[in-house]
């Protein structure tokens, strides 16, 4: 039976987190985990504390996930370059006003959201951007998979922009490379379990919506990477 | 099993989080819809093209780095908002004079050449300005002479302190008080109902007596 947690929205942060403890394979990576967690602990107090070198750390660090965050949240016609631009300065000239080291995270998210949402209200929309976000890529059967995946992933990365926010934004980071469940929910402030029940039912919402949108030519092969079985097993569907 | 727990496998399967226990469900569900094979490949395929495609929207994040001058602009401002910050606490608790005080010794900028406030001094006044602090001193130092100049008040007031473009030290804007005395025989007010006119548009005085101040103590 698979847990249902989102009908407990409130649940306890511990039992969260031993949740999470059970799910990781090996000791040794929560170990890593937790000495990653202090190392930036450690710089992002720095970083409050005013240390440049630590500022531009933290930027490096995070700024990937910004960019996704604002890519959840801008208007489509905004360039996200701008946006990340926006929020670079903000962390520069506003790190110092955070007085919680943990708190850095979600603060940054609440920065890019606001960053966004103002360029929402500016409403200072260009007939060129327009055109430019508003072109449908073309899906031709003569193209190579390659190019008809990356055709597929620029119209689902429009049809996302139709899912609500609160499944959008963590599919979005999801796509980044690397970040986990647990890094998710710190961001979003939310717990795992409901990261990935949003991935979740954003995955089957974008399935749908492309559905809809008769995007996807050919058939699908299943990829399996299952940690259980080494050897990736391949499924022709 | 709900759509919902098919997903959370599924979802499970393509970040690789699946345990035996979820494969095992997955297969279930699939015995009795095989649609759940199809639905997983697409979603993986889905997954794959949106990384992709987020990759590819993101990338310009690399070359949004923080500039060296921007750093050093806010680290300014920080110094700045903390000195102004400090020089107002120690201005409410023990007023401008120490604030400008402590806000001069901070910033290094004392002035050697201010003058010196207290007793008369018979400095001849100099044959040439060469600055405006040479001016200044010319001018207390010839109004102690004439006894119109008391001196400056030792305290100076803090109105601002701003850092200056390119990171090139702080303005700090203050006022200086300079105390002088000056004879008159008598005090007057306005006259005519505080006007200070008589009804023919005449400007009227009132000569006021000043007397020592009675102060009453309780009985």
Known sequence: ?237 | MSDHEIDILMTRVIDGRATASDWAGLEAAATRDAGVWRDLALAQRDDRALRGAVSAATQGHQAIDLSGEELHKASVQRSAQTLTQRARVVATWGGWAVAAGIALALLGQHQSSTPSTGSLQTTPVPASLASAADALNAYLTQGRAEGKVQGEAPDKELLSVEPRPGGDGYDVTFARRIIEKQHVKNFYQPGEYQTGFDEFGRVTRLPVEVRPQIVRTAY
């Open chain 1, 1 to 237: 039976m698979v847990e249902q947690t989102e009908k407990q929205p409130v649940r306890d942060l511990a039992e969260d987190a031993l949740a999470s403890v059970a799910r990781e394979p090996l000791g040794s990576e929560l170990f890593v985990a937790s000495a990653m967690a202090r190392e930036e602990e450690q710089e992002h107090a720095a970083a409050i504390g005013g240390d440049p070198a630590s500022v531009d750390k933290l930027w490096r660090r995070h700024r990937r996930w910004v960019a996704a965050i604002l890519l959840a949240h801008k208007p489509r016609w905004a360039d996200l370059d701008d946006l990340l631009q926006e929020v670079a300065v903000s962390l520069v000239r506003k790190i110092s006003d955070v007085r919680d080291p943990r708190a850095v995270r979600p603060w940054l998210r609440t920065v890019a959201v606001n960053a966004a949402a103002a360029a929402a209200r500016s409403g200072a929309r260009r007939a060129k951007d327009v055109q430019r976000d508003d072109a449908a890529p073309e899906l031709s059967r003569s193209a190579s998979e390659n190019e008809q995946e990356i055709a597929i992933g620029r119209h689902l990365l429009a049809l996302a922009a139709e899912m609500p926010e609160g499944y959008r934004e963590p599919l979005l980071l999801k796509a980044i490379h690397n970040l986990s469940y647990r890094e998710i929910g710190q961001i979003m402030g939310l717990p795992e379990t409901t990261i990935e029940t949003r991935i979740a039912r954003g995955r089957r919402q974008l399935r749908e919506l492309a559905a809809a949108a008769s995007i996807r030519p050919g058939p699908a092969e299943i990829n399996i990477p299952a940690p259980t079985d080494p050897g990736a097993r391949r499924i022709k569907v």
